[in-house]
């Protein structure tokens, strides 16, 4: 069982690095003049979309966390909501994060947005479909050696180098956005 479980993280893992290659390449084709860095926030807003729709359809189709219960339609749509909520949230929490880290609050605005909005998909998409809006799930998991399953470990795995790629890639310079070879 522990195998199987191994290989359907490996092929989701697979489809989401793809999904990333996917959305550098694919709006060449649909968008003139369209690059990663020359149009970065239509790149930021593409590839978050597809890293989340990708990863709604892998937790819907893998079902990684199967709960015995049968759930009312009413609770699915207050789950729902809650986990947009709390996705808002972290959009947020993440924008004032790099706003404190020395990211301009008016000027770039947009592009500070994007930014949490992106690290918001790759972190805290990731638990909303794995352990729903459930707060104590996520202290347990996040807690040392609170993760039950392949999937939990690697939730840890990725939010964390998530948060900690982010932060490297803006260590080596000072977060001083106005300059023209920074922007």
């Given at each position: 069982?522990?195998?199987?479980?191994?290989w359907?993280?490996?092929?989701?893992?697979?489809?989401?690095?793809l999904?990333?290659v996917?959305?550098?390449?694919v709006?060449?084709?649909?968008?003139?003049g369209?690059?990663?860095l020359?149009?970065?926030?239509?790149?930021?807003?593409?590839?978050s979309?597809?890293?989340?729709?990708?990863?709604?359809?892998?937790?819907?189709?893998?079902?990684?966390?199967?709960?015995?219960?049968?759930?009312?339609?009413?609770?699915?749509?207050?789950?729902?909501?809650?986990?947009?909520?709390?996705?808002f949230?972290s959009?947020?929490?993440?924008?004032?994060?790099i706003v404190?880290y020395?990211?301009?609050?008016i000027?770039?605005?947009?592009?500070?947005?994007?930014f949490?909005?992106?690290?918001?998909?790759?972190?805290t998409?990731?638990c909303?479909?794995?352990?729903?809006p459930?707060?104590?799930?996520?202290?347990?998991?996040?807690?040392k050696?609170?993760?039950?399953?392949?999937?939990e470990?690697?939730?840890?795995?990725?939010s964390?180098?998530s948060?900690?790629?982010a932060?490297?890639g803006?260590f080596?310079?000072?977060?001083?956005?106005d300059?023209p070879?920074q922007?």
């Amino acid at each position: 069982m522990r195998e199987a479980e191994i290989w359907r993280l490996l092929a989701a893992n697979l489809l989401c690095a793809l999904s990333i290659v996917l959305a550098a390449v694919v709006p060449a084709a649909f968008l003139d003049g369209f690059s990663v860095l020359g149009t970065h926030l239509t790149w930021l807003c593409v590839c978050s979309v597809c890293v989340a729709t990708l990863n709604v359809i892998l937790h819907l189709v893998l079902k990684p966390n199967q709960s015995p219960k049968r759930r009312s339609f009413a609770h699915k749509i207050s789950r729902f909501l809650k986990c947009c909520i709390y996705f808002f949230m972290s959009c947020i929490l993440f924008h004032a994060i790099i706003v404190l880290y020395g990211a301009p609050l008016i000027e770039s605005v947009t592009e500070t947005f994007l930014f949490a909005v992106l690290l918001s998909t790759f972190t805290t998409l990731q638990c909303l479909c794995l352990l729903g809006p459930n707060i104590q799930a996520w202290i347990r998991v996040f807690s040392k050696n609170g993760a039950m399953s392949v999937w939990e470990s690697s939730l840890q795995i990725t939010s964390m180098c998530s948060i900690l790629g982010a932060w490297f890639g803006a260590f080596p310079i000072p977060l001083d956005w106005d300059r023209p070879w920074q922007v």
